[in-house]
């Protein structure tokens, strides 16, 4: 699996694009794309379907977190903490996003989860459905969904206009 993080502001984003494009051939290949601000992400996946979500880590208002778990509650968040702050807050987003592209339906997704943070997991009927991995580059949050486990060594990270990889 591939996961390709273009800062656009630095680099030549068609000249990029245009070379990802030809070396990704094979037609059964999934690709799922976010972006926020001048960032977009690719992920690339032979292992079938995969979805991915970026966000940009601002301050917060704890109302607006709060509101994120008590009132928006189409799904469930297991062991929420008892003082959200703003990464677990980016965590649960982005794998609620990322989620909903795996999905394929957006949205629109069935809300009959369960958003397992501490376990990388999204669970129905108490079955894992789909693994999450996060990462952080810069300030902001990138979450990748995916039937499979996924580790920091299964997946490939490309970096596109970037001076410094933390």
Not at 15 to 35: D, V
Not at 69 to 82: A, L, N, Y
Not at 143 to 166: A, D, R, V
Request: one cysteine or more; a neutral charge.
């Amino acid at each position: 699996m591939e996961l390709h993080v273009f800062n656009m502001a630095n680099c030549n984003f068609m000249q990029e694009l245009k070379a990802l494009s030809e070396h990704t051939t094979n037609k059964n290949r999934n690709i799922s794309k976010a972006y926020a601000e001048d960032v977009l992400v690719f992920c690339v996946s032979d292992a079938g379907k995969v979805g991915v979500d970026i966000e940009k880590q601002k301050n917060r208002a704890p109302e607006t977190m709060k509101h994120f778990v008590d009132k928006f509650s189409t799904f469930q968040i297991k062991d929420t903490p008892s003082t959200i702050d703003e990464k677990w807050f980016y965590r649960a987003w982005t794998a609620m996003e990322s989620f909903f592209k795996f999905a394929g339906t957006g949205f629109g997704t069935e809300k009959s989860f369960v958003l397992d943070l501490m376990q990388q997991s999204i669970l129905r009927e108490g079955k894992k459905v789909a693994s999450l991995s996060h990462f952080e580059v810069d300030d902001y949050v990138i979450c990748l969904c995916s039937k499979t486990t996924l580790t920091k060594q299964n997946i490939k990270l490309i970096f596109y206009g970037w001076k410094e990889i933390l």
